[in-house]
């Protein structure tokens, strides 16, 4: 898997951060701010909000896939909330979802690894970045 996310990470262009906040404080925030000083462009997907880091935010990831090309979902969501983000995962055909730390959905993982998806579960893409020295 190791090789997998390396080449992931080395690749992917744009990310869509599903759950995305505004507020500083936030860990999505921290971490979507990093990523976009590393370079790549985040898509934040909140339907609460209307910007984040100075980019559109969309209402879902449907939406923000009409309008961009989306190498990988970054999750920040609650557990119940990953079955669904995998249908539109799927739906949309995006290559690659990465479920942020204590966000372990087994059975959506596995529907999503089965249609061909590139799944990291329970990892921080930040850390894992880092981790690469990226």
Known sequence: ?????LDLLRNARTI???????DLGNPSHEVAAYL???GYRIIPVNPWVSEVLGEMAYPSLTEAAKENEVDIVDVFR????VSGIVDEVL??????????????DE???E????AGVLVVM???IMKEHRRYGL
């Open 91 to 104: 739906a949309l055909e995006l290559p690659a979802l990465w479920l942020q730390e204590t966000v372990v």
């Open 1 to 5: 898997m190791g090789d997998r996310v």
């Open 36 to 38: 976009q000083s590393r």
């Open 107 to 109: 059975a959506a993982a």
């Open 122 to 124: 329970d990892r921080c």
């Open 78 to 81: 609650r557990v119940d909330a």
């Open 111 to 114: 529907r999503a690894r089965q």
């Open 16 to 22: 869509a951060v599903v759950g995305l906040s505004s």
